[in-house]
Structures are given as C-alpha cells and as structure tokens.
C-alpha cells in the first residue's frame, strides 16, 4: 500500500491538485510558524537577525541546489530514463550525489569561518551585539543546504517519475521543525534554538523523501564519474542558470543591506510581508509550475512540440484565472491578513502599520511572480537557461534602481514596490521571448480571458467590500475570531461571486475549480 502511494505517476492535474493542497497547508504552517516567531520577539533586534542569518544559507541552496535541480537535473535524468534505462539514469544520480557532497561540505565550511565577514556584508547596519547574533544564527543554519541539497534531489527524482506526494508534505515538517524551535528550543538554548529548529526542519524536508527514491530502485553506490556526459550536460545548463540565481539572490541579499539601515525592525517586515504574498505564489504559481515541468521536458524530448505549446498555454491560463483573483483578495484584505498572522504578542501598533502596508505594494507584482516560474520552467524543459539568466541580470538593476528611488519617499515599504515592479517587467520580457521561441499563438483568446477576468475581479472586489463593511457591524474585530470571522465572510463572498460571474463568462478553467468538488461529491 504505502510503496503504491510512493511510487505511483500523477497526471499534471492530480499533481497540480497535490502539490497546491500541499502547499496551502504548509504555507497555513508557515504562518503559524511566523505568528509564532512575531508574538516570541515582534519586530526587533532577534527577529532582524534571525532573517538576515537565513540569507547565506539560502543563497546557497539556491545558487548550488535549486538551480541545477529545477533547469538541469530533472531534464537530463528524464532523458537518461527514457534513452538509456533506469541503470544509466541511477548512475547519474549517483555521480551527482557524491560531486555534490564533496563540493557543497567544503563550501559550507569555508563559510562558517568567514561567517564574521559575510554578516558585514548582509546586515552592515547591523552592529555590537546584533551583529554577533547573526554570525552565530548563520554557522548554525548553514547545516540545512546540507540536509536540502539530499532532499531536494530525492524530491527532483520523485518528480521525474511524476510522483508529488511525498514531495508536497516535505515542506509541512520543515515548518513544524522551526515552529518546534521557538516553542521547545528557543526557551533551552535562547535565541540559538531558532537556528536549532531551521536545522530540525530541513532534516525532516530531507528524510521523508529518502525513502520513496530507495523504493524506485535508487541504491547509492560511491562512485564519481567526472567525466559522466550527463555531469557535462547538467553543469552546461546549470551554469546560466545559476548566474541567473546569483542576480536574483543578489537582489535580496541588497534589499536586505538596504533594510538593515533603515529602521529597527525593517528587515522582519520586509520577510513578514514577503512571506504573506508567498502564499498565493507558492499555490497558484509554483505548484502548477512544477507539476507540469517533468511533462513539459518529456514532450521536448519526444519533440512534441505542438503538445508542448498547449499544455504551457493551458497552465498559464490557470494561474492567471486564480492569481488575478488572489491580487484583489489581499488588496481587500490587507490589514485582516496581517493582523491574523502577526497581531500578537510583542508586535506594535506601528509594526503592524508598516506590514500591512508593504504587503499592499507587493500584491501589484503577485500576477508576475506567479507566472515567472512557468515561464522560466518552460525555458528550461527547452535546454534554455541562458535566456531566464539574462532577464534575472537585468531584473537585478531595476530592482536595484527602483528601490533606491523609492525608498526616500515609502522606507521600507519602497523596498516591496521595487520588487514588484521588477517582477512584472521580467514575466514581460520572458513571455514575449517565449512566444517568439515557440513560433508564435494568438493573443486573442488571452485578451479575451483576461477581460472576462477583470469583470469577474471587479464584481468580486464590489461584494467583497460590502461583505467586509457589514461584517465589522456584526462582529468585534478587536478580537482574533472576530476579525477571523469578518475576513472569512468577506472572502468566501467574494470567492463566490467571482465564479459565479467567471463561470457566467463561459470561462473553461471555472471547472478547474469545480472538479474537486465534483471528484468528493461522485466518491
């Protein structure tokens, strides 16, 4: 039974349906996991520091990890199963794995010691004792690209043999692991217990995944081949694309530098409101993103380009029909969803003013970032990762430019306008580029969609707003459960008016929504 589970291949919309199910639960997570983290230390001195710590060790598993496994791995392995046989294929994983061990370990060491220096570098606001905290949290933190580099090649694996489950729930228990922190490990071991806890969760990401790869037939052998083709193949392709994850690293890594000389607590509103537009992103953009990726690299393979091109068209489709949506829910909603996660504990007045106000200006890029991971997806299902490089270099700037210009006039809430602006003109550039790489489609139909959209939007926007006006006449929303009640209301109002205008519209992506409703009515 749990070795079916394992091993069985999703179609693109079970995995979507997985992978967006998986993710809205862990992201729920995610959000306690931040309330907690807000109502334990608010906006200050801890929390600044505890943020900017994560920013090394997050750049590295992005440059070294994420980037060879979403445009080089999971496309060459595909390959390597569908030419060669599963033989071949393991070998590669096997090469890769031990490459990986030895290159990684031996940076990550590096790291530690120059951890002094690399904090001046991240937080140079920062000074005394907070920059102390930083350096220690960093050290710490820098064990988990470990346990994620193993996790997210197993997860790479399971995918290619279009396998989601287990690779949905992994990022469930990495937030239970730093939720675990604050409450049992911070009180032992002070503010080191959150470094403890990020360290727990990617080591629980990474050995819930081990197990499936071993039940696929994977057996891990010491053996490296650094001559392997497929080693060749993988650092060709990953080589842009890493370059393009170094723009994109190094434009947070400058928005936190910024932030840190700004005012006390800026960095921890900056990653509070980030991690609340993530949300939407994460289920609407990332998950339908990965799902049809190993689908997407398949059909290259086998040069159904035709089907290529409708089954990207299709998923575009759908995260536009649920993100535009999304864009004018959080608008609505801005100061229920921030005082929900974050009104609590030692969190102001004024903290919680300037969170509700950067998550404002990043709901206007949410559309973009959304659909930035299909299209750099699908570039990479092309062997292209010179392409999504070029535009990440030139994002970097105008993120850069942006926030600069912004940030005399709105602080730290300039910092999240930027973002957005440089996600939309980076989602324009690809698409366009994109359209012309696979010979071109009507934009009619698109144009069409979009318009019929927008009146679905706007109706809901109308209701959504009258339901939240009546609702603060009915309920104390001073109160956790009444806010929670009037910021319900509203959204399912809303939610519901949008399909029934969409579907009113004649929109095909209306049932979409409607077939797992339908799937549990017919079960």
Do not use: C
Request: proline share 4%; aromatic share 12%; hydrophobic share 55%.
């Amino acid at each position: 039974m749990i070795h079916k589970l394992i091993t069985r291949r999703s179609s693109i919309f079970e995995a979507t349906l997985v992978l967006a199910v998986a993710s809205l639960v862990s992201r729920v997570f995610g959000l306690i996991r931040d309330r907690t983290l807000f109502s334990h230390f608010g906006a200050g001195d801890v929390l600044d520091a505890y943020f900017a710590a994560f920013k090394v060790p997050d750049f590295i598993f992005n440059l070294l990890i994420l980037g060879a496994l979403s445009s080089a791995f999971i496309p060459i392995f595909t390959d390597y199963l569908k030419k060669e046989g599963k033989e071949e294929a393991w070998g590669v994983v096997n090469s890769l794995v031990n490459l990986g061990i030895v290159i990684v370990t031996s940076l990550l060491l590096l790291i530690a010691v120059f951890a002094p220096y690399l904090t001046k570098m991240v937080a140079p606001g920062f000074v005394g004792d907070k920059h102390e905290m930083v350096t220690n949290l960093m050290r710490v933190m820098l064990l988990s690209p470990f346990f994620f580099g193993l996790s997210n090649l197993a997860g790479g694996i399971l995918n290619s043999f279009k396998n989601f489950l287990v690779y949905a729930i992994a990022p469930i228990l990495y937030n239970i692991g730093i939720i675990l922190g604050v409450i049992y490990l911070v009180p032992q071991f002070g503010y080191m217990g959150l470094a403890y806890g990020v360290v727990l969760g990617a080591f629980l990401h990474m050995i819930i995944q081990l197990p499936g790869v071993f039940a696929l037939g994977y057996r891990y052998r010491m053996h490296l081949n650094f001559n392997h083709p497929a080693l060749r193949r993988i650092a060709a392709l990953m080589i842009p694309r890493t370059m393009g994850i170094a723009a994109q690293q190094v434009s947070v890594l400058l928005n936190t530098v910024i932030a840190s000389f700004l005012a006390k607590g800026s960095v921890s509103v900056l990653n509070g409101a980030d991690n609340l537009q993530s949300l939407p992103i994460s289920i609407f953009g990332i998950s339908f993103a990965v799902a049809v990726f190993p689908t997407l690299s398949e059909k290259y393979t086998l040069q159904k380009l035709g089907e290529f091109k409708e089954d990207f068209i299709r998923t575009l489709r759908q995260i536009l029909y649920l993100i535009l949506p999304m864009m004018m829910l959080y608008w609505l909603l801005r100061a229920q969803i921030v005082r929900l996660a974050y009104g609590a504990g030692q969190v102001t007045w004024e903290d919680t003013r300037f969170l509700i106000s950067t998550l404002a200006f990043f709901t206007f890029g949410m559309a973009a970032q959304a659909i930035i991971p299909l299209l750099a997806r699908t570039f990479y299902a092309l062997q292209d990762t010179k392409t999504p490089f070029w535009t990440s270099v030139l994002t970097l700037f105008i993120n850069v430019g942006a926030a600069l210009l912004f940030i005399p006039y709105l602080k730290v809430v300039g910092l999240a306008l930027a973002v957005s602006v440089a996600a939309l003109i980076n989602a324009l550039i690809l698409f366009i580029i994109l359209r012309k790489r696979l010979g071109g489609w009507s934009l009619q139909p698109l144009w069409i969609m979009a318009g019929k959209i927008v009146i679905g939007v706007v109706a809901m926007g109308a209701t959504g707003y009258g339901a939240l006006q009546a609702m603060s006449w009915i309920v104390n929303t001073h109160t956790f459960w009444g806010l929670f009640v009037q910021a319900g209301v509203a959204a399912v109002v809303a939610g519901l008016t949008y399909l029934t205008v969409t579907k009113k519209l004649k929109l095909p992506e209306v049932m979409m929504v409607l077939k797992p409703a339908k799937l549990l009515e017919d079960s």
